[in-house]
């Protein structure tokens, strides 16, 4: 059966798909970028605040289904351009303790609301 998972905390979604899909002991995150839930802006001072506010958002949404970075199993990260790896990986890195997810990094020609810096994740729920 499959379960929609939103909360208030993090964006809305700006087009036809959910913030976060159950099925089962897995949750499918979609891509977040850095959209401030409260104003609904880009927060866009640098890639490392878009970053942090892209995992902030995550943050909620694995609040919401009661979930905790720990359980995170896979992550996709979408970069406007290599040249951000590093910042982004570091605030990125910032969230986990060990047990670090499997991952993949890649560039893409461009992201929505000109976002520098996309991330989804898969999470095994308890």
Same mark, same amino acid.
């Given at each position: *059966? =499959? ?17 976060? !899909? ?19 802006? *880009? ?6 605040? +878009?970053? =942090?506010?892209? *995992? ?14 720990e359980?995170?199993?896979? %992550?996709?990260?979408?970069? =406007? %351009? *290599? ?20 991952? +993949?990094?890649?560039a893409?020609?461009?992201?929505? =609301?000109?976002?520098? !810096? ?9």
């Open positions: *059966m =499959k379960t929609i998972i939103s909360t208030a905390s993090a964006p809305a979604p700006i087009g036809p798909y959910s913030q976060a !899909v159950r099925i089962g002991q897995l949750l499918f995150c979609s891509g977040m970028i850095a959209l401030d839930p409260v104003t609904g802006n *880009m927060v866009q001072d640098s890639v490392s605040a +878009e970053a =942090k506010q892209v *995992m902030n958002n995550i943050s909620a949404l694995l609040k919401e289904a009661g979930a905790g970075f359980q995170i199993v896979k %992550t996709s990260i979408f970069l =406007k %351009t *290599m040249d951000d790896f590093a910042a982004v990986n570091e605030v990125y890195g910032s969230y986990f303790s060990d047990h670090f997810p499997a991952r +993949e990094t890649v893409v020609a461009g992201l929505p =609301k000109n976002a520098r !810096v996309e991330i989804s994740v898969i999470v095994a729920l308890s």
